[in-house]
């Protein structure tokens, strides 16, 4: 019976050992690697990922029910965004996958898109105006989108927001005082 017990015991100790070890062995996944398969998939979890804006909307129009669609033709452009943005503009960036990357994000990325909100202010707008059979005016929309961001960045920069702060404090060891 003692032996059982100490069997027992070595197998209790020795099992998080073993899993340590495993889970240190497994290599990380390479993130570019990563990132270049995600932006030539056409499905990413099961989401159908858009090739460009019109493939967006196009998807939009399947997915939305039609009572939602009238009621966001009606709203005005200036609110379409802003009443949508953490709605409806989260799942676009969830879905579609815009802070990882997807083929939808790098269609916005050449169209110098790189910040996710602007991206989801970009193609809420635009659909909004497709919705209403307006011009997109895609090139003055994007000029504002980028003019903003880079517009913050500047300001940011300026101000020199700290983000961290640390004190480091030094333990002198009494023997390296001594004169030498």
Known sequence: MLKVKHLFL????????AMFAQSTSKKK???????????????????????DLSDAFVQFNKLI?????????????DQADRKLHFGF?????????????????????????????DMITFVIITYHRNLNKEKLNVKPLLEELITKREKIKTERKLKGELISEEKRILEVHPDSLQKQ
């Open 10 to 17: 070595i197998f209790l100790f020795a099992l998080p050992v």
């Open 29 to 51: 996944a390479d993130p570019e690697k990563a990132y270049q398969k995600r932006i030539a998939q056409e499905f990413l979890y099961g989401v159908y990922i858009p090739k």
């Open 65 to 77: 029910e039609k009572p939602t669609i009238e009621k966001f033709k009606t709203l005005p452009e």
């Open 89 to 117: 503009g989260k799942w676009i960036s969830h879905n579609y996958s815009l802070f990882d990357g997807s083929r939808f994000s790098v269609y916005l990325n050449q169209l110098g898109l790189y910040d996710p909100d």
